[in-house]
């Protein structure tokens, strides 16, 4: 499941409100905490951090917390003026991490889909700031090497998404037209007996579709 949400970050404080002109990298990071991407989003709303993400991704799911053309606040300068960059939560355990590295190497395959760029379109924290300067983080090497990974290891698998040779997900337009099958169905089991609870389930079905194509939820 690969569901993609958007809360944005609503402290003005940790916000540029500029739009980003250019965008040369997509950047892959780590929070160094365990908290969920939730969690995440209540920190940079809770007060002044001078600093921000495009999204984080745990291991429930993938969470936008900035449009995607906002300059971002999370590789220093020169670089938050050409990235986008995502946060991974730090996974407490092998399960997590590894449901988190298979939504996450899917979602960077997204983008760089959108930007019409391969693999290489991925810097993470380490690699910006050894070719850009603005921090000495070294994220998410550590994180990584914790479960036998590395990022080279990230990008062959965002290669393998973009080359089809992985396909984890339903298509949009397939999704939809089921779940139009079952709008249909909705409808026409008013004197059903149990038919709110045939409803519930209908939604719930719904929305795994809609989490299986990487929309957003509507039930739940």
Known sequence: MFPVNTLLITE??????????ETRHLVLHETVSQATARQQLAYFNSGSRDANAHGFIDWNEILLTLPFDEVGWHVGQPAN??????????????????????????????????????????????????QYGGTDHTD????????GKTVDDFRSDVDKILKGEVDYMLSVSDANKIIACLKASYGLIESVPGADEARKEIGRL??????????????S
């Open 12 to 21: 003005s404080a940790n916000r540029s409100f500029r739009k980003r002109s």
């Open 81 to 130: 003026q050409f990235t986008e960059g995502y946060e991974l939560c730090r996974a407490s355990n092998a399960d997590d991490f590894a449901k988190q590295w298979v939504m996450a190497t899917w979602w960077f395959a997204q983008r760089c889909t959108v930007y019409g760029r391969g693999a290489d379109f991925i810097r993470s924290h380490h690699e910006i700031a050894l």
């Open 140 to 147: 998410p090497d550590e994180y990584f090497a914790m479960y």
């Open 206 to 219: 719904a929305d795994e579709l809609r989490k299986a194509s990487g929309q957003p939820t509507q039930n």
